[in-house]
């Protein structure tokens, strides 16, 4: 069993940055990448960007590419959304993820967290 316990969201304006953050305890082993993703108020979910525990490899949607970076800190089993540049579309609530691989379909992702608001006004 994995916890995923998601901060940082928030109120910023367009041009704005945040940095959200996804702490992942319990049994985290065979969850080895982690995952960000959106929903919007009647849209379906989407992935956002996700990495590997190892670093070697990470992706993102095509709709973030240049403005939001994934890290992670392994010491604290904690991975980091940085999103720059934010625009109102990016209003959402951010959801971490724990998975096996990266996948860009949410349910090939066994663990989630509660979700953590951004709002991004024009």
């Known amino acids: 069993q994995v916890q995923l316990v998601e901060s940082g969201g928030g109120l910023v304006q367009a041009g704005g940055s945040l940095r959200l953050s996804c702490a992942a305890s319990g049994r985290t082993t065979g969850s080895n990448v982690m995952g960000w993703f959106r929903q919007a108020p009647g849209k379906e979910r989407e992935f956002v960007a996700a990495?590997?525990?190892?670093?070697?490899?990470?992706d993102f949607a095509d709709s973030v590419k240049g403005r939001f970076t994934i890290s992670r800190y392994n010491a604290k089993n904690t991975v980091y959304l940085q999103m720059n540049s934010l625009k109102p579309e990016d209003t959402a609530v951010y959801y971490c993820?724990?998975?096996?691989?990266?996948?860009?379909?949410?349910?090939?992702?066994?663990?989630w967290g509660q979700g953590t608001q951004v709002t991004v006004s024009s």
């Open positions: 993820a724990a998975g096996p691989n990266i996948y860009s379909d949410p349910g090939r992702y066994n663990y």
């Open positions: 990495t590997t525990w190892g670093g070697g490899n990470a």
